[in-house]
């Protein structure tokens, strides 16, 4: 499976942006997929998951009622909207791909795939 995700920016504090992950390859559907980040000088943290049928989504505390995670299988596709986005939300943006459980969907470890990132930049 192969990830690129883009969309990334520039954006004033309160603004929006929605990251997409394209995944190619026979099988992308029936990976779970997660968005992480990592901010200059930080380790890379979860920001959202979400099942291979779309069913679960999960969120870090952080972004919760601000971003929304979602995936077109037919289009092999996941999106990240990311609303009223804050200063503390700059950073790499990336998309991955597991088959783990679902207790597993925040620990990075267990994707397999990963895309290239994609810089989301918030000003103040």
């Known amino acids: 499976v192969q990830l690129q995700a883009s969309g990334g920016g520039l954006v004033q504090a309160g603004g929006s942006l929605r990251l997409s992950c394209a995944a190619s390859g026979r099988t992308s559907s029936s990976y779970n997929m997660g968005w992480f980040r990592q901010a200059p000088g930080k380790e890379r943290e979860f920001v959202a998951a979400v099942t291979w049928s779309g069913g679960y989504t999960y969120y870090t505390d952080s972004v919760k009622g601000r971003f929304t995670i979602s995936r077109d299988n037919r289009k092999n596709t996941v999106w990240l909207q990311m609303n009223s986005l804050k200063p503390e939300d700059t950073a790499v943006y990336y998309c991955?791909?597991?088959?783990?459980?679902?207790?597993?969907?925040?620990?990075?470890?267990?994707?397999?795939?990963w895309g290239q990132g994609t810089q989301v930049t918030v000003s103040s």
């Open positions: 991955a791909a597991g088959k783990q459980v679902l207790s597993s969907l925040r620990d990075r470890s267990m994707y397999t795939y």
